[in-house]
């Protein structure tokens, strides 16, 4: 783990020194481990959130769950708008 940490300083760094290339195959790897390919000016792509653990995707039905709460709450308490 902590040697493909480094790894990825070292391309970071790399990168600042080479003419931007364009990767059409770079590898994008999600901290939840879901791994795609995309186009990029880097080979490899490491991010923290992806389609699959977005919150906007994981936390959307959270998401309308509170918003039916607040309904409720409204309606038992009589509050308008
Ligand atoms: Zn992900």
Redesign the pocket.
């Known amino acids: 783990m902590t040697g493909e940490r480094s790894a990825f300083c070292q391309l970071n760094n790399m990168k600042e020194k080479i003419h931007p290339k364009y990767y059409n195959d770079a590898v994008v790897i999600?901290?939840?481990?879901?791994k795609f390919t995309t186009s990029s000016t880097k080979k490899e792509l490491k991010?923290?959130?992806?389609?699959?653990?977005?919150p906007f995707f994981t936390g959307e039905r959270r998401m309308m769950d509170t918003a039916g709460r607040v309904e409720r709450f409204k309606k038992r308490y009589k509050i308008e708008g």
């Open positions: 999600c901290s939840c481990g879901n991010v923290e959130v992806c389609s699959n653990c977005h």
